[in-house]
Nanobody, 126 residues
């Protein structure tokens, strides 16, 4: 029902910034939530942030709120992730996701996000 395409990944030095974008194409009902996840090398997928599509409530994963900001442009169904003060430990594949969330909330729990983008590599190194 939803196709997601990420862009904006790449390589950056420590302390730098990147903004990821994800365009959601909806074929049926509009999902309640859009979210960002990341998968560090050798680790499982972790939630970064989620946002409501009809509302504007935002939900952040652990240790994400200080440097990462999720936002959306409802006119073109695009969700963004602004990443500031990037650190080498932020190196990961970042995924955009869509789903209904749980109980009206959009916490970035991968179990309730059935639609996924292809992933965007973010590498932070000197």
């Amino acid at each position: 029902q939803v196709t997601l395409v990420e862009s904006g990944g790449g390589s950056v030095q420590p302390g730098g910034s990147l903004r990821l974008a994800c365009v959601a194409t909806v074929y049926g009902n509009n999902p309640a939530c859009l979210a960002w996840f990341r998968q560090l090398p050798g680790k499982e997928r972790d939630g970064v942030a989620g946002i409501q599509t009809r509302g504007n409530s935002k939900y952040y994963g652990n240790y994400m709120k200080d440097r990462f900001t999720i936002s959306k442009d409802a006119t073109n169904n695009t969700v963004y992730l602004q990443m500031n003060g990037l650190k080498p430990e932020d190196t990961a594949v970042y995924y955009c996701a869509a789903g209904e969330g749980s109980g009206g909330y959009c916490y970035p729990n991968h179990l309730v996000f059935p639609y996924w983008g292809q992933g965007a590599q973010v590498t932070v190194s000197s």
